[in-house]
């Protein structure tokens, strides 16, 4: 049997009350020989840089993260590596173009999450130099990484599906819909996905948007996974960061696009208020100090709430 196409999907900043929601798909092909290697955890020297975004980058050193969405999103992609701009390599990486992205941004306050003066990136070349030799390594044993793609949904959009009667799990799952159904129409072929658990659920059928034509395969707390005809099979694995080198790739691209999104939020008020914190956007005391001290700043500028702060309308079930 020849190569197969293979899919790791994972979400960064479900949770948080700033900053998108940002989910990251990536590709590889692999041989019978190598696809063993997609279900096995890290081990040795790969193992460092290579599992849980939680664990190895964080929002003040997400260094990591950047190294990998460099070397991935030059695969696949017509963009000269060497003249690579932060910008220029969240628009490669990203699903949508720029004015998809920009539809519903206010003119007088875009620059809150479109603002790239100043960014630089800081991954060292050694760190670059490192991941080339892992994905090197990978391809000699039969997984070639194809590309990354990722999918930025800010507040503003999260905010419109909590009126719709939406909850951030069924954004979340819907994304990772559409980043599957993308992958399998690159390739031209079905694939094989394994998404990170959404929500910690058993049954996702119910909640399907562009997958609610499939079969169950099985369905558990450690694994759920469907049948998509025309798409291939998709399965949602509990801790899968940890166990499915794709799922891992995909955690870390997307930790260091959403630590860059929030930077340009922190950076923007900042500029308004210099005595803004360095906040990650999570349910912390720091973001909550943001939140506060530009208060007055985002009334007189006129910066929506609906962009800024994310509202809840709180996780929905599937399923039991």
């Known amino acids: 049997m020849g190569e197969r196409i293979y899919v790791g999907v994972d979400e960064n900043g479900l949770g948080p009350r700033l900053g998108p929601l940002i989910v990251t798909a990536v590709s590889a092909s692999a041989t019978d020989e190598g696809a063993p290697l997609l279900t096995k955890k890290p081990r040795g020297g790969l193992a460092t840089r290579l599992g849980d975004s939680k664990r190895l ?13 460099r070397c991935l999103g030059v695969r696949g992609a017509a963009i000269d590596a060497v003249a690579l701009r932060p910008s220029d390599l969240l628009a490669t990486l990203a699903i949508d173009q720029g004015e998809t992205l920009r539809a519903l941004c206010p003119s007088h306050h875009e620059a809150q999450c479109w603002g790239a003066e100043d960014e630089a990136f800081v991954a060292d070349a050694a760190s670059l130099e490192a991941i080339a030799a892992d994905l090197a390594k990978l391809e000699s044993r039969g997984v070639r990484v194809l590309r990354a793609r990722v999918m930025i949904v800010c507040a503003k959009r999260l ?7 939406l909850s951030r799990f069924d954004v979340d799952l819907h994304a990772m819909e559409r980043l599957v159904a993308d992958a399998a129409h690159f390739a031209n072929e079905e694939v094989t996905a394994v998404c990170g658990k959404v929500g ?7 909640a399907f948007g562009r997958f609610a034509l499939h079969t169950p395969m099985i369905e558990g707390r450690a694994r759920s996974e469907y049948r998509v005809p025309g798409v291939g099979t998709v ?12 799922v891992a790739m995909a955690s870390l691209v997307g930790k260091w696009v959403r630590d860059l999104m929030m930077r340009r939020i922190v950076r923007h008020h900042r500029a308004l208020v210099p005595d803004v914190p360095d906040a990650s956007g999570y349910h912390d005391p720091v973001t909550t100090r943001f939140i506060e001290a530009t208060a007055i700043v985002r009334k007189r500028e ?13 996780p929905v079930s599937p399923g039991p």
């Not at 694995?237 to 166990?243: H, I, L, N, P, T």
């Not at 006129?302 to 709180?314: N, P, S, T």
């Open 57 to 69: 980058v964080s929002f003040d050193d997400s260094a990591l993260g950047e190294a990998w969405a």
């Open 159 to 165: 905010n419109d599906a909590v009126d719709k009667g």
């Open 200 to 206: 910690g659920f058993d049954r996702y059928g119910e």
């Open 235 to 246: 399965a949602f694995v509990r801790d899968a960061e940890e166990r499915h080198p794709l």
């Open 302 to 314: 006129k910066i929506a709430d609906a962009c800024f702060i994310r509202r809840a309308l709180g």
